[in-house]
């Protein structure tokens, strides 16, 4: 039980709660990014549903079985996530060895977590201006799904493992466009409602779980409908809800949560995992220790999987620093075509000062010219990040967001550090909705915020 979970102690405590039976009905993850979080609750899943109560690894018994293929009819997942740099991993993973069912089963459970999103009890087509139809992409990945995994099974030659692998590239091709375009930023109300009538319902075997990732980015309306779940939880469904940080989570709903923390593990720890589920002895411990391009130390798993994304973190942030650099220069512009004073310099404000200094030099340091153009910004952010492939529009705002915290702290020591600061983190918010839940283009968003940015700065 929790065997393949590594140097996290809070699946230990998991383990004892449950042989105690005093497991509780909700419960709260919460933790660094890829500390095993996701894969703690997929687990429990399986530990609550297995027929014979151990729970391996191995466990043959039918019900961990479907568990282990992610498709046993009594788990719910449900949550915004990214799926893209696991799947691109995992697909890796498999190339190394074709005709390994350890890289063929590791590459198929990445596929289907994101499947999961899109399981009929907890989601129904809605057309939506501007982005594809699902139905026939789901429909292509589960019969392609199918396919490689009856091919898999006889995959003992070079020209069987041959076809695996071109099999492989057309479901990530797939899974990836599936997750660009139909893949919503928050937790849709809909689908928290069908989640909570689905948990209502008899389970197939032993118990029922519902694990919302990410629990933290939905809507008030969503949040109201997750509180009278909690309140009233169905007596044959555990639920589980996983979040980044803890007091990111309304205190109503807290109270309502068992909560366990996962904490970052050590680089040597990381490094084994990397090893043992992606097959990669790559990666050291070194690396983990350098830190990501922001000075911070993300942990070697996530760092790693960052490296698999189609625009990784070093390349967005000169991204985001040649747009706030350039609000803030347009800015500076703006207002001293406003001033009355004539031939007299005007005091560039002391913030996009802070703005310019800071962001301008990681923007030049990647060979981005100074701009204040809102059109000629906006073009060259799309064409360096391939029309924010990878669904990266969001981690692009959020470090548009860091790097603005972090030119304030800098150089402002007032109160304008506050109010500047509640400016971008509300317009970028208002970005990430218009992306994340109205489906808008990332050079619509990007428009808007620009011109809005440029008058709230311009004072």
Same mark, same amino acid.
């Given at each position: 039980?929790?065997?393949?979970?590594?140097?996290?102690?809070?699946?230990?405590?998991?383990?004892?709660?449950?042989?105690?039976?005093?497991?509780?009905?909700?419960?709260?993850?919460?933790?660094?990014?890829?500390?095993?979080?996701?894969?703690?609750?997929?687990? =429990?899943?399986?530990? =609550?549903?297995?027929?014979?109560?151990?729970?391996?690894?191995?466990?043959?018994?039918?019900?961990?079985?479907?568990?282990?293929? =992610?498709?046993?009819?009594?788990?719910?997942?449900?949550?915004?996530?990214?799926?893209?740099?696991?799947?691109?991993?995992?697909?890796?993973?498999?190339?190394?060895?074709?005709?390994?069912?350890?890289?063929?089963?590791?590459?198929?459970?990445?596929?289907?977590?994101?499947?999961?999103?899109?399981?009929?009890?907890?989601?129904?087509?809605?057309?939506?201006?501007?982005?594809?139809?699902?139905?026939?992409? =789901?429909?292509?990945?589960?019969?392609?799904?199918?396919?490689?995994?009856?091919?898999?099974?006889?995959?003992?030659?070079?020209?069987?493992?041959?076809?695996?692998?071109?099999?492989?590239?057309?479901?990530?091709?797939?899974?990836?466009?599936?997750?660009?375009?139909?893949?919503?930023?928050?937790?849709?109300?809909?689908?928290?409602?069908?989640?909570?009538?689905?948990?209502?319902?008899?389970?197939?075997?032993?118990?029922?779980?519902?694990?919302?990732?990410?629990?933290?980015?939905?809507?008030?309306?969503?949040?109201?409908?997750?509180?009278?779940?909690?309140?009233?939880?169905?007596?044959?469904?555990?639920?589980?809800?996983?979040?980044?940080?803890?007091?990111?989570?309304?205190?109503?709903?807290?109270?309502?949560?068992?909560?366990?923390?996962?904490?970052?593990?050590?680089?040597?720890?990381?490094?084994?995992?990397?090893?043992?589920?992606?097959?990669?002895?790559?990666?050291?411990?070194?690396?983990?220790?350098?830190?990501?391009?922001?000075? +911070?130390?993300?942990?070697?798993?996530?760092?790693?999987?960052?490296?698999?994304?189609?625009?990784?973190?070093?390349?967005?942030?000169?991204?985001?620093?040649?747009?706030?650099?350039?609000?803030?220069?347009?800015?500076?512009?703006?207002?001293?075509?406003?001033?009355?004073?004539?031939?007299?310099?005007?005091?560039?404000?002391?913030?996009?000062?802070?703005?310019?200094?800071?962001?301008?030099?990681?923007?030049?340091?990647? +060979?981005?010219?100074?701009?204040?153009?809102?059109?000629?910004?906006?073009?060259?952010?799309?064409?360096?990040?391939? +029309?924010?492939?990878?669904?990266?529009?969001?981690?692009?705002?959020?470090?548009?967001?860091?790097?603005?915290?972090?030119?304030?702290?800098?150089?402002?020591?007032?109160?304008?550090?506050?109010?500047?600061?509640?400016?971008?983190?509300?317009?970028?918010?208002?970005?990430?909705?218009?992306?994340?839940?109205?489906?808008?283009?990332?050079?619509?968003?990007?428009?808007?915020?620009?011109?809005?940015?440029?008058?709230?700065?311009?004072?």
């Amino acid at each position: 039980m929790f065997e393949n979970i590594i140097a996290q102690a809070a699946a230990d405590q998991l383990k004892t709660d449950m042989l105690s039976r005093r497991l509780a009905p909700s419960m709260l993850f919460f933790g660094p990014a890829a500390s095993g979080k996701g894969s703690t609750a997929i687990e =429990l899943a399986r530990a =609550l549903s297995c027929e014979k109560g151990t729970a391996l690894w191995k466990c043959d018994c039918p019900a961990c079985a479907r568990h282990r293929l =992610l498709i046993h009819p009594d788990l719910v997942m449900i949550g915004p996530r990214a799926f893209a740099a696991e799947i691109a991993a995992a697909r890796t993973a498999f190339l190394r060895d074709p005709a390994s069912a350890a890289g063929q089963s590791l590459f198929v459970r990445s596929l289907r977590k994101l499947l999961a999103r899109f399981a009929p009890a907890v989601w129904e087509y809605e057309s939506k201006g501007g982005r594809v139809n699902p139905l026939s992409l =789901l429909q292509s990945l589960e019969e392609d799904i199918d396919e490689f995994e009856t091919q898999a099974a006889i995959a003992d030659t070079p020209e069987k493992c041959a076809a695996l692998e071109k099999l492989s590239e057309s479901l990530a091709k797939n899974a990836f466009k599936l997750e660009d375009d139909c893949m919503s930023e928050t937790t849709p109300i809909a689908q928290l409602r069908k989640a909570a009538y689905w948990s209502r319902l008899s389970p197939t075997g032993k118990r029922k779980t519902l694990i919302i990732e990410n629990a933290d980015r939905m809507k008030d309306e969503a949040r109201n409908s997750l509180l009278k779940l909690l309140e009233e939880p169905p007596e044959s469904v555990n639920i589980v809800l996983t979040v980044l940080r803890r007091e990111s989570v309304l205190p109503t709903i807290l109270s309502r949560l068992r909560p366990y923390r996962f904490l970052a593990r050590g680089a040597v720890e990381e490094q084994e995992i990397i090893r043992r589920v992606f097959r990669d002895s790559r990666a050291t411990p070194e690396e983990a220790a350098q830190g990501d391009v922001r000075g +911070n130390a993300p942990g070697l798993v996530a760092a790693y999987l960052d490296s698999f994304l189609p625009q990784p973190p070093e390349k967005l942030l000169p991204l985001a620093a040649y747009f706030v650099a350039a609000v803030a220069r347009s800015a500076a512009i703006a207002a001293k075509s406003r001033s009355f004073s004539g031939s007299r310099d005007v005091a560039i404000s002391p913030v996009l000062k802070a703005l310019g200094s800071y962001c301008a030099p990681i923007a030049e340091s990647a +060979n981005f010219e100074r701009a204040a153009d809102a059109q000629e910004v906006i073009a060259a952010l799309l064409a360096h990040s391939g +029309n924010f492939e990878g669904r990266s529009f969001p981690r692009f705002l959020a470090l548009a967001l860091d790097l603005v915290s972090w030119s304030l702290n800098q150089y402002i020591s007032d109160n304008t550090l506050i109010a500047c600061s509640d400016i971008w983190r509300r317009r970028l918010g208002e970005a990430q909705a218009a992306y994340g839940v109205w489906n808008q283009r990332p050079e619509l968003a990007l428009e808007s915020l620009f011109h809005k940015l440029r008058e709230d700065m311009a004072v």
